[in-house]
């Protein structure tokens, strides 16, 4: 039978002096480990959310972004008639869109930060469908005006309602503000995509991308059939979701590598705090172990035992590492997309399946740094450690 | 009756050629030589000796904590010496009754929860170990000191827990190791009539390690340590006073 669960709980709680600073290691690594898990969740799904499964994204051939792709009117125009592609009354929803970066000064410090401009015609709205006027109105085509995302309007200086800017060499009228639903569209400036062209000096007749609005998810197969068949067409497509989650994956990577060799760094500082922990709690209680060995106790039920308490204290470790983070649910901020070398607001998401990593790291390092004090608990010659004082 | 001859049977303790070695650095330290003992259950029987003649060493050989360098050590027909570790664990708990000078009290549990920590080891349901445990406490007379923690006892009171522990589980004898060591002539006087009670009212085998010939003195019988090996230095009539 194992020792009693209570012998160890009121032994941390009577040596809690000692027990807080393998705590408070285990709960800063937990912190950092979660923190910048949330992050990198946070940059992937703002980025595959601004996809819908439903949403086929046609690009030149061998572009890995929007940024260098080219696609023809023509092409468009073919492409309107492929199979899988959703009607309404106006005709097939196709959504030409043209991509470009401008810099704007960003409100928290001051310095530019690429914003990405996104033209696109009047059936964006039906194609985005996530995409949703809150203030103002969406922008009159052939006017040079535009829309802005909501968290372009927080992140960057100049972006208000009402507000006129100059990027382009043209001079612009903001009309409105979207909101995106959290996606990555919320950190765009849409506009006319004939006008951004013309600003731009591009050909009104080119294009950086195709939203096509497909009949249901599972058209996708059909459509891109036709269109990788069709010899007129050098173009590829994919389904949004999947374009926007290796958008992701550059910068997840980054974050996911660098959080977890920082993680890694602070987890075995955590272990030595754990493990002086418990060889402390081993050395005090020498006596103690050796009169429990020799009522009876096995040398496995003294090493379940320290185990047990060494995982009860990084349990708590890890639990207030959780509840630490937890206020950053949700809280903004920003990086580059190194896709497309454009800005991207995003909010950290600390999931339930993060805060349950994060404990099972706590109790791994509980694990690594109680079990060779526990073993050596269990080894010490009962009658030597009854016989020290 | 106890003989250290080596010609004794049907004995409940029998020790035979017990060589015990210790090497601290370069030196090697006999401690105990050829020591011979045969016990009766019911006998108290109290080890003498100078500090380092082998009592305490003694004590934990019969209570299988410490092994020999040679020699057999048979308790109730089981022999000891050569068991495994887990075995002899188990042998412990089943066998031997456990009282030292210190006490060794767990300091976290309460008086009630350390006197069922050797039941833990049994089959017993829980309201079984509580019937055990209220009899043990109430043996030693501290039936209204269940919930107090260590610290809140004296040291008689914790001495007295010690011994319900030890006497918990019906151990087949008792290993008292200076019971009264660290308690003051009162307290000592108490604690040896409890221990005289455990033997004459319930059987109990006791071999106890001791200072004090006073202490000794309440024993059946009296044996020294000398060169490592026991030498009878004085038996009293069992029911003499």
Redesign the interface.
């Known amino acids: 039978m194992a020792i009693p669960v209570i012998y160890n709980m009121r032994s941390v709680k009577a040596r809690w002096t000692s027990a807080v600073v393998a705590v408070l290691g285990i709960a800063g690594t937990v912190g950092v480990f979660v923190a910048m898990l949330s992050l990198a969740r946070g940059f992937k799904a703002t980025l595959v959310h601004s996809g819908s499964a439903r949403n086929a994204m046609v690009r030149r051939a061998g572009s890995t972004s929007e940024m260098d792709s080219v696609i023809q009117l023509d092409q468009e125009k073919i492409l309107e008639d492929a199979p899988g592609v959703a009607r309404t009354a106006e005709g097939p929803l196709v959504s030409p869109e043209v991509v470009v970066i401008a810099p704007f000064p960003m409100r928290s410090t001051g310095t530019d930060a690429n914003v990405q401009i996104r033209g696109v015609s009047t059936k964006a709205p039906q194609v985005h469908e996530n995409v949703k006027i809150i203030a103002g109105r969406f922008f009159q085509p052939g006017v040079s005006e535009l829309v802005v995302g909501k968290n372009a309007v927080h992140s960057y200086s100049g972006l208000d309602l009402g507000n006129t800017v100059r990027f382009g060499g043209g001079q612009w009228k903001i009309v409105g503000v979207f909101d995106a639903g959290g996606t990555a569209f919320d950190s765009e400036v849409w506009c006319d995509s004939n006008i951004l062209s013309q600003v731009y000096s591009r050909p009104a007749s080119i294009f950086s991308s195709l939203a096509v609005r497909l009949n249901s998810p599972d058209a996708m197969s059909a459509f891109k059939d036709a269109l990788t068949s069709d010899p007129r067409l050098t173009l590829q497509a994919e389904r949004e979701v999947d374009y926007y989650d290796k958008q992701s994956r550059v910068l997840t990577t980054l974050i996911t590598v660098l959080g977890s060799i920082v993680a890694a760094v602070m987890g075995i500082g955590a272990v030595f705090g754990a493990l002086n922990t418990m060889y402390s709690a081993v050395a005090e209680r020498s006596r103690e172990i050796a009169t429990i060995r020799a009522l009876g106790f096995g040398a496995a039920s003294v090493v379940s035992s320290f185990v047990l308490e060494a995982l009860l204290i990084s349990s708590v470790g890890g639990a207030l590492g959780c509840v630490a983070v937890l206020p950053l649910n949700g809280f903004t901020t920003g990086a580059m997309n190194w896709q497309t070398f454009s800005h991207l607001a995003f909010a950290f998401r600390v999931t339930p399946i993060l805060l349950a990593g994060g404990i099972v790291f706590a109790l791994v390092m509980g694990l690594v740094g109680g079990l060779p004090p526990a073993i050596r608990a269990a080894r010490r010659p009962v009658a030597d450690a009854l016989r020290a004082l | 009756m106890v003989r250290v001859d080596g010609n004794g049977n049907s004995s409940l303790i029998c020790v035979r050629g017990l060589d015990k070695k210790y090497q601290r650095g370069s030196e090697e330290i006999h401690v105990l030589q050829g020591l011979n003992l045969d016990v009766e259950k019911g006998e108290f029987v109290a080890f003498m000796g100078p500090s380092g003649s082998g009592k305490?060493?003694l004590l934990?050989l019969l209570?299988g904590?410490?092994v020999p360098t040679r020699g057999r050590i048979t308790v109730a027909g089981d022999e000891i010496t050569h068991m495994s570790?887990?075995k002899l664990?188990?042998w412990?708990?089943?066998h031997?009754g456990?009282v030292?000078q210190?006490f060794?009290l767990?300091?976290?549990?309460t008086a009630y929860?350390n006197v069922e920590?050797?039941l833990?080891?049994t089959k017993l349901s829980k309201a079984e170990r509580r019937k055990h445990v209220g009899t043990a406490l109430a043996v030693v007379d501290l039936s209204d000191r269940v919930d107090h923690y260590p610290r809140q006892l004296s040291g008689g009171q914790e001495q007295r827990v010690a011994i319900a522990?030890a006497i918990v589980s019906d151990p087949t004898f008792l290993l008292c190791d200076e019971p009264t060591g660290d308690l003051d002539r009162k307290s000592a006087d108490q604690i040896m009539t409890l221990i005289e009670r455990l033997v004459e009212e319930y059987g109990k085998t006791v071999l106890m390690v001791t200072h004090d010939p006073l202490v000794a003195k309440r024993a059946h019988t009296t044996l020294h340590l000398e060169k490592g090996a026991l030498v009878e230095a004085a038996t009293k009539e069992v029911g003499a006073s």
């Open positions: 305490t060493t934990n209570g904590v410490d570790g887990s664990t188990n412990r708990a089943r031997v456990f030292f210190v060794n767990i300091p976290v549990l929860q920590l050797p833990l080891l522990r």
